[in-house]
């Protein structure tokens, strides 16, 4: 079993920046961010190196193998991408925001992000 533990989630004003944490209990291949506004569905947000399309050019994703441990930077941040962020992983292929969120193993407790305009 690996646990996963978030932080860094916080209130932003538009156009701010907040970096996401995510610290794995142990290694594992793929890591990957999910978020979840209300009323929606769960989307991936990044993983490996692939983004949502929403958030591409603003949101960076980064790993440090030797921490186990997996980033995530987020610049101009907008008032949709509130949400709560949830870090996700699993051991499989393909590490990409195309992978279903059932075929990830280990979940995060979830990090709010609030962004007011």
């Known amino acids: 079993q690996v646990q996963l533990v978030e932080s860094g989630g916080g209130s932003v004003q538009a156009g701010g920046s907040l970096r996401l944490s995510c610290a794995a209990s142990?290694?594992?291949?793929?890591m990957a961010w999910f978020r979840q506004a209300p009323g929606k569905e769960r989307e991936a947000v990044a993983a490996?190196?692939d983004y949502a399309q929403s958030v591409e050019g603003r949101f960076t994703i980064s790993r440090d193998y030797d921490k186990n441990t997996v980033y995530l930077q987020m610049n101009a941040l907008k008032s949709e991408d509130t949400a709560m962020y949830y870090c996700?992983?699993?051991?499989?292929?393909?590490?990409?925001?195309?992978?279903?969120?059932?075929?990830?193993?280990?979940w995060g407790q979830g990090t709010q992000v609030t962004v007011s305009s």
């Open positions: 996700a992983a699993k051991n499989s292929v393909p590490c990409s925001v195309r992978a279903p969120s059932s075929r990830f193993s280990y």
């Open positions: 490996g190196a």
């Open positions: 142990g290694s594992i291949y793929c």
